[in-house]
């Protein structure tokens, strides 16, 4: 029933700014807490950013003051804002639900090179 896809993923270039989407459904979305999550190669996936049923917001430290997460609840819909990207910022990026923790999109694909 959960069903969760993320989009606007692409190659920029350091500095250079994305913005992507994570559509939700089969779950009242309003009512949960929503988190974007990233993985690079060989590394773990590690949170980014969430963000609350009130709209309340908390930032890895590794992206605080570059990323944005907002959402608009009657899309069913989570952003996330990246601005000043850096290479370091590459990986895939997923969103996650506390509705069900277990259920992941496809992800999508963020490059940062020149």
């Known amino acids: 029933q959960v069903q969760l896809v993320e989009s606007g993923g692409g190659l920029v270039q350091p500095g250079g700014s994305l913005r992507l989407s994570c559509v939700a459904s089969g779950f009242t979305f309003s009512r949960y807490a929503m988190k974007w999550y990233r993985q690079a190669p060989g590394k773990q996936r590690e949170w980014v950013a969430s963000?609350?049923?009130?709209?309340?917001?908390n930032y890895a430290d590794s992206v605080k003051g570059r990323f944005t997460i907002s959402r608009e609840n009657a899309e069913n819909t989570i952003y996330l804002q990246m601005n000043s990207l850096k290479p370091d910022d590459t990986a895939v990026y997923y969103c996650?639900?506390?509705?069900?923790?277990?259920?992941w999109g496809q992800g999508t694909q963020v490059t940062v090179s020149s």
């Open positions: 996650n639900s506390y509705y069900r923790a277990d259920y």
């Open positions: 963000i609350g049923s009130i709209g309340n917001t």
